[in-house]
């Protein structure tokens, strides 16, 4: 196949940042996507309604003139949200969901839950009126090595909320396991998970190929090749479970190329050509579309796109670099090529 049309997509796990960065990242998503759901992780976190608003707003004010892009926004969940904040967030309308992050796990999350018990009055408020919950599934027990870290969270977090909150929606995001695709696939039709273009693309290996690589560095960290052909099976089956959501996290260049290097991928500027490939590369590219397109809507209950974009078997070199406020930042691929291109 050498062209491809598919409904415009969306990215439903996406940094934006803040300020000149953000203005710098975003027209990369805008350009390809319809909608993306915002991650919270700033400094402070975005963990109010009327911190919501006011992100929002900032976002629209940086969008390039013309853009229909939408923003969907979330709240990040702590210790201290109250089921009264849920109930605002959803009458708000603008707030599509609420992200745990188990503090420290990731980059911004030491205001993250220290202990799920208190937030249950918050996730029982969530699993009441439908607002589905967003994980970065990882513990943060030291003594569990770094690669097992999302398989052990299966078990001590994800199993035990679900047994005390069944009905509650929850998307597993970022997979790179086979064990969270089998719990994914075993679990009712309220759990669902979403799988990033390098996690499909690269196993970690790519970490280490030639000298340590900190540009494939990020969190959940790359995993074997079984996971990888683990999630490619997941993500090729054409179940609605499992749907886009990139995690392009955009960091300064000195800040990743250095002693402790930050955890987070930049893949908004190919975002949809690199899931192409990685579908092309499956042998599932009839399989995209739901994938990237209806799936990730249906689940969070908003309309599906009507729009098209179309895409041409073309290679193209990413660029070396790309401007991120004041700073440089370094995408996926840098200086390499990309075998799928945007045509329209
Ligand atoms: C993300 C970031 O930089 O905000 N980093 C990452 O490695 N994925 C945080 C996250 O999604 O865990
Ligand atoms: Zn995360
Ligand atoms: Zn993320």
Known sequence: MQQLTLTRPDDWHLHLRDSALMQSVLPDTAR??????????????????????????????????????????????????????????????????????????????????????????????????????????????????????????????????????????????????????QFVTDMPGNIAATITAHHLLYNRNALFSGGLRPHYFCLPVLKREAHREALGKAAGSGNPKFFLGTDSAPHAQHTKETACGCAGIYTAHAAIELYTEAFELLGALDKLEGFASFYGADFYGLPRNTDKIALRKESWQAPDSLSFGEHRLVPLRAGEFISWKICS
């Open 32 to 181: 390809q996507f319809a909608r993306a759901i915002v991650m919270p992780n700033l400094r402070p976190p975005v963990a109010s309604v009327e911190q919501a608003q006011a992100y929002r707003t900032r976002i629209l004010a940086a969008l390039p003139s013309g853009s229909k892009f939408e923003p969907l926004m979330t709240l990040y969940l702590t210790d201290n949200t109250s089921a009264q904040e849920i109930r605002r967030a959803k009458q708000s309308g603008m707030v599509h969901a609420v992200k745990l992050y188990p503090a420290g796990a990731t980059t911004n999350s030491d205001a993250g839950v220290t202990d799920i018990r208190k937030a249950y009055p918050a996730l029982e408020e969530m699993q009441r009126c439908g607002m589905p919950l967003l994980v970065h599934g990882e513990v943060t027990d030291p003594a569990v090595d770094m690669f097992d870290r999302e398989a052990v969270f299966i078990e001590r977090m994800m199993i035990p909320l679900l047994r005390d909150l069944p009905q509650l929606r929850v998307v597993f995001e970022h997979i790179t396991t086979r064990e969270a695709v």
